[in-house]
């Protein structure tokens, strides 16, 4: 579960790119949000946190295009 959440972070939240880097079925995910209460507390913060680079990458591409 840490991996693919890592994994999650570092391709800024795309959910098939991390469960391939993690080397899991991106379903294993799924489940995981169904079943496992404190997995999906902690995956609400990587979403966040996954947001927060792709609002700051939007912002350094707006900057560039300036």
């Given at each position: 579960k840490r991996a693919f959440l890592n994994a999650y972070l570092a391709t800024a939240g795309n959910i098939q790119q991390a469960a391939y880097a993690a080397q899991i079925q991106p379903g294993s995910h799924y489940n995981w949000m169904r079943?496992?209460?404190?997995?999906?507390?902690?995956?609400k913060d990587y979403?966040?946190?996954?947001?927060?680079?792709?609002?700051?990458?939007?912002?350094?591409?707006?900057?560039?295009?300036?």
């Open positions: 079943t496992d209460p404190k997995y999906r507390r902690v995956f979403e966040a946190r996954a947001a927060d680079v792709l609002e700051d990458e939007a912002r350094q591409l707006a900057a560039d295009e300036d």
